[in-house]
């Protein structure tokens, strides 16, 4: 078994009641018992170029395996065609249940459509899908909290706050930069939000400073997340914004990709030297070449968001509905697609900076302290 699952159900599996024939899905009108082996759960995942997003497909995978359900994973490469198509054939192959993170939140609504009239529960994961009445469940982080971590974890590395949230002993004024997700990830727009809201007072007392002027998301969101479009964004800043001889001190990046990105373009530009020191630059997802370079003293943190509980939450709610219950929200406000508002349950997050790998990331099995120092897993 992967050393990332884990355990989170007891006992026996119980038969469930659910639709077992013509395709209708966990909720048709026709039901008789059917053991877990009997059911298949669709899993699509947006791509398999992020490790965090093959640790999700992998791990809600093998906790539906091990309880006993047929699983059909599929990994659409980035690709808004291919994960039209895999969803479809996961429907017309007769799923039970769809888990789905999308790579474009609105490019779904006909494969949505297709799985309410087959009766099969649609649960969004990690982003939500929008524009539709079609989706059942949300399972994601707090989303708004990631932006605020990330902010928080940027002040820090500044000296303008401390861990604990005091004021720091530095005043600025620092030169930063804003980096934000796709636009067509409803998520982005959380970690944003989160994030400006955080930074807004500082921006606006002077402490903080964003020379190049650009500070809408329109102007700084990197389309699918690529980490190439990241560092030629920052070779850009570099050169139009930072040509006179002063220096970026920070840089907020919602995700380690984009990080190592914004990296590489600073340290082409001469940044890490002991005359002119690396930027402040955060993270999120804790991916393992990025940690490795928090460990290095590179990178200054990232935001650490448990994916075996995330495919943990996920299973839950699928079993709920395989079983013609609603699954547990501990959200019914927040998240509004659009057409409705989607209950959700949200988990927490985790800000890791050098002194916290061996605790969050090492201790709880998450990685191995070989692979902290490889910057690579193992398998």
């Known amino acids: 078994m992967n050393r990332r699952f884990v355990t989170v159900f ?14 209708e899905g966990a909720g048709g009108d026709t039901e008789e018992s059917a053991a877990p082996e009997d059911l298949t759960i669709g899993v699509s995942m947006p791509t398999q170029t992020s490790e965090r997003w093959i640790a999700d497909g992998d791990s809600v ?12 994973l599929q990994f659409a490469g980035d690709d808004i065609p291919t994960q039209s198509q895999q969803v479809d054939q996961m429907i017309t192959q007769g799923a039970d249940v769809l888990i789905i993170a999308a790579i474009d939140g609105t490019a779904l609504s006909s494969q949505l459509q297709a799985a309410a009239d087959a009766d099969i529960p649609v649960i969004a994961y990690d982003r939500l899908i929008r524009d539709s009445e079609n989706v059942d469940f949300y399972v994601s982080f707090d989303n708004y909290r990631v932006g605020v971590a990330q902010a928080e974890a940027l002040l820090t590395g500044l000296g303008l706050r401390t861990a604990d949230g005091a004021p720091g002993e530095a005043t600025g004024p620092f030169n930063v930069e804003l980096f934000a997700g796709s636009l067509d990830d409803n998520n982005a727009h959380f970690f944003f939000d989160g994030a400006m809201d955080t930074l807004q007072p500082f921006i606006d007392d002077g402490s903080l400073v964003v020379k190049s002027g650009q500070a809408d998301i329109e102007q700084v969101a990197i389309l699918r997340w ?42 082409n530009a001469g ?70 508002v989607v209950p959700s349950y949200l988990l927490p997050v985790e800000t890791v900076y050098r002194d916290d790998i061996q605790t969050a990331l090492v201790d709880s099995g998450y990685y191995t302290a070989e692979e902290v120092a490889a910057g690579q897993t193992d398998g």
Not at 230 to 244: F, G, I
Not at 294 to 311: C, E, M, N, W, Y
Not at 326 to 334: F, G, K, L, M, V
């Open 61 to 72: 995978r093998e906790q539906l395996e091990e309880l006993g359900y047929q699983v059909d």
């Open 10 to 23: 007891g006992g026996a599996v119980l038969a469930l009641s659910v639709a077992a024939c013509g395709g």
């Open 226 to 267: 690529q980490q190439e479009t990241a560092q030629r964004r920052m070779e850009d800043l570099l050169t139009s914004s930072y040509n006179d001889g002063s220096r970026v001190d920070g840089v907020l990046s919602p995700y380690d990709g984009l990080s190592r990105g914004i990296i590489t373009a600073l340290q």
């Open 271 to 340: 940044y890490g030297a002991a005359a002119n020191p690396m930027a402040v630059v955060t993270g999120q997802d804790a991916e393992i070449a990025s940690v490795k370079l928090i460990d290095d003293g590179v990178q200054h943190s990232t935001i650490f968001k448990d994916t075996r509980l995330l495919a943990e939450q996920a299973v839950v709610a699928a079993e709920a509905f395989l079983a013609g219950e609603e699954p547990e929200a501990n959200d019914t406000e927040t998240y509004d697609n659009g057409v409705k």
